[in-house]
T-cell receptor, first 115, second 114 residues
């Protein structure tokens, strides 16, 4: 079946602008994760959604970052007033219910460049 | 906090050589352990995993054994191929918290030469 999809695949923006990144998880997966892959920080967790539970936002680096998940499916990560240090690849992953043994399936990522 | 440490790269090998990429973890509980691989131009994909002590994960000729006593999950392959050239990430997850987020190592670039 279809995997995790993300859009756009690439995004170039100017410092100070807002950006929205979209993630479509695998159908039927209730757990959704956002990660960031950058040269300086490696792969780091940002935020986690599971069903109707309150999201775990413990990985968001600042209050400029926010995310929502509508209808338990599609998620949007928003970065306000982008800074150059936000340049990275933003990865979305989903798993069936978020269990500890489950495989997380990753999307191809959105490469964000802030000029 | 929890962390994963894996050997620095790049690792350069000739085809058919033996591969070991070391990975150790620190955790407050009993995490599941994963190896993910990122081939050039592609996304992260699961290579193998182990969910409890002494479990061995295996796939595509790669193996890793969950060693609780040494907190390690080293990746091995007996005979590498050029097509194995990629970045390999060790990760731990699900050590008892509400969020089974993955904690990744820094990645090891493997280059296999013909």
């Amino acid at each position: 079946g279809a995997g995790v999809s993300q859009s756009p695949s690439n995004k170039v923006t100017e410092k100070g602008k807002d950006v929205e990144l979209r993630c479509d998880p695998i159908s039927g997966h209730t757990a959704l994760y956002w990660y960031r892959q950058s040269l300086g920080q490696g792969l780091e967790f940002l935020i986690y959604f599971q069903g109707n539970s309150a999201p775990d936002k413990s990985g968001l680096p600042s209050d400029r970052f926010s995310a929502e998940r509508t209808g338990g499916s599609v998620s949007t990560l928003t970065i306000q007033r982008t800074q150059q240090e936000d340049s990275a690849v933003y990865l979305c992953a989903s798993s069936l219910v978020g269990g500890r043994q489950e495989t997380q399936y990753f999307g191809p990522g959105t490469r964000l460049l802030v000029l | 906090g929890n962390s994963v440490t894996q050997m620095e790269g790049p690792v350069t090998l000739s085809e058919e050589a033996f591969l070991t990429i070391n990975c150790t973890y620190t955790a407050t509980g009993y995490p599941s352990l994963f190896w993910y691989v990122q081939y050039p131009g592609e996304g992260l994909q699961l290579l193998l995993k182990a969910t409890k002590a002494d479990d061995k994960g295996s796939n595509k000729g790669f193996e890793a054994t969950y060693r609780k006593e040494t907190t390690s999950f080293h990746l091995e392959k007996g005979s590498v191929q050029v097509s194995d050239s990629a970045v390999y990430f060790c990760a731990s997850g699900g050590d008892g918290g509400a969020t089974n987020k993955l904690i990744f190592g820094t990645g090891t670039l493997l280059a296999v030469q013909p």
